[in-house]
């Protein structure tokens, strides 16, 4: 059974949702628009399954649904730099450059007053 639903059109939230849920053994990480269809779906009296892109998951067998995580929708995450992938050969250049950094900065930070650590 092939379940089609409008979610309607709303204003796009901030943040981007991470959803859980258990399905016997199996846990499926959903989106909160997919979320939103789950619920449209069980509001509605609807029963069977419900088919998302990369698989599918049945209403009456869900045993516990909960929201795990909310991210910011502009968020970097690591390994990026603006939000684009870093390069293997532009991670090394970076890593030189904070190196030459640093080598810079030991060398002009003198210690003025040495303290004696001799007993």
Known sequence: MLNKIDIGGSTPPTLNEVWVVIV???RFELSGEQVAILKKADTAGQRGIIWFDKFAI??????CL???RKIPRNAISAGTMQGNPIS?????????????????L?????????PNLTP
């Open 88 to 104: 293997d050969e532009q991670r090394e250049k970076n890593r030189k450059k904070i190196s030459e950094i640093k080598d810079k």
């Open 106 to 114: 030991k060398g002009s930070l003198s210690v003025k007053n040495k």
């Open 66 to 68: 909960y929201l795990d």
């Open 24 to 26: 016997g053994k199996q």
């Open 58 to 63: 049945n209403l009456f067998n869900i045993e």
